[in-house]
């Protein structure tokens, strides 16, 4: 077996390595699991589509959506059979940030003023979520980056922006993560700009992308806003995966799940990479179909 993770020390590749872990001690002897590097974003996706791997996870879960529907990135590459496993819960918000000494709160401020911004995010290649994100957020708000004299600072990973933001190169950040605690660092400078209703409803509307609200303090001295919802690595695989071992990952998830929550119990569960404890039928509930041998599992449990 296949699975496809994250860029290799990250969460999805230590879930990837707790599935292979629980699955080969069940099986024969003869069994061989294989976990390669990925991005995790669509090329994640793509894989499992392609058959190229048999599972792979991605983040944020809702996003997988769209690669069954045919819509954003997936116009002319769509995957119908693509089906889930259940979803690790990872409790994420992409969040739209500038410094407070910018003296902007709003969207309508930034339109207004127009200020030359040093804003890093992650590449848009059409492959990175965060990048494909925070280029549909910052274009349907009415902002243009580079027209108005500023300067886009694009790395692949949170912690490369997040960096950006603290040494002073950037004054203004769209991101995710927001567990890391350098967010609470760089928070306390910020003003976390809450995304406008018609921007947020044109993006379920034509992606699935869901809204959430980040709540008071959850950065210092910030009120609560709405944004987007990045939450949950999705566990995906193929129709054609055998029922068996669909149901033999699932019940991994949801039975051994005290495997991956022990890797994180040194964190606060509200500012853990998983947000524990994971319980199996919460994990049941996925943005996509479940395979019907991972339907099987879940099931048969009792209600929470």
């Known amino acids: 077996m296949h699975l496809r993770g994250d860029w290799g020390s990250a969460d999805s590749h230590r879930i990837c390595g707790w599935i292979a872990q629980e699955l080969a001690d069940r099986c024969g002897p003869a069994t061989r699991i294989a976990t390669w590097t990925s991005r995790g974003f669509v090329d994640a996706v793509r894989a499992v589509g392609r058959g190229e ?17 045919g819509s954003g990135v997936y116009a002319d590459e769509s995957y119908r ?25 709003t969207f309508a401020e930034l339109r207004e003023r127009r200020p030359a911004l040093r804003l890093a995010t992650s590449v848009h290649d059409e492959v990175n979520h965060v990048g494909l994100a925070a280029r549909e957020v910052l274009t349907r708000s009415g902002v243009d980056i580079t027209a108005w004299g500023g300067e886009l ?27 890391l605690p350098d967010w609470q660092e760089i928070g306390r400078h910020l003003n976390f700009l809450e995304i406008e209703d018609d921007v947020l409803q044109g993006l379920y509307d034509d992606f699935a992308w869901p809204t959430v609200v980040v709540v008071d303090d959850f950065f210092p001295g910030q009120a609560a806003f709405r944004t987007l919802d990045f939450s949950d690595f999705l566990v995906l695989t193929r129709s054609d995966l055998p029922d068996d071992v669909a149901y033999a990952i699932a019940w991994v998830l949801g039975q051994t799940r005290h495997i991956i929550e022990a890797q994180y119990r040194h964190l606060a569960p509200e500012r853990s990479p998983v947000t524990y404890p994971l319980d199996p039928v919460t994990m049941g509930e996925t943005p996509i179909p479940l395979h019907p041998g991972a339907g ?9």
């Open 81 to 105: 059979d693509l089906r889930a496993l259940g979803v690790v819960p990872r409790r994420d918000r992409l969040v739209v940030a500038v410094h407070r000494d910018l003296g902007i709160s």
């Open 53 to 69: 791997v048999q599972v792979a996870l991605t983040t944020p879960a809702a996003f997988a959506i769209s690669a069954r529907e």
């Open 296 to 304: 099987r599992y879940y099931k048969a449990l009792p209600a929470s």
């Open 153 to 179: 600072l694009e790395g692949e990973r949170p912690f490369e922006s997040l960096a950006h933001v603290k040494e002073g190169r950037a004054n203004a950040i769209v991101h995710e993560a927001v567990m």
